[in-house]
């Protein structure tokens, strides 16, 4: 079970560099408050918005 654990951990840190990115992104260009708020809630998202567009063009 250790190595299970081990060999996927890398896409967690994937996952949060990303997380990391698109918070910075989205935050960056935010005009107040509740739009930074609004931003990180995109932020946790995004991996959700492109596998659904992926499918939607691909005609999944």
């Known amino acids: 079970m250790k190595n299970d654990v081990q060999k996927n951990a890398s896409s967690g840190v994937v996952y ?3 997380l990391i990115g698109a918070a910075i992104y989205f935050i ?3 005009v107040g408050f509740w ?3 609004l931003g ?3 932020a946790v998202i995004w991996p959700v918005l492109l596998v659904y567009e992926a499918f939607k063009h691909f005609g999944l």
Request: hydrophobic share 60%; charged share 10%.
């Open 40 to 42: 990180f809630l995109k």
């Open 28 to 30: 960056s260009h935010a």
């Open 16 to 18: 949060a560099m990303g």
């Open 35 to 37: 739009m930074g708020v």
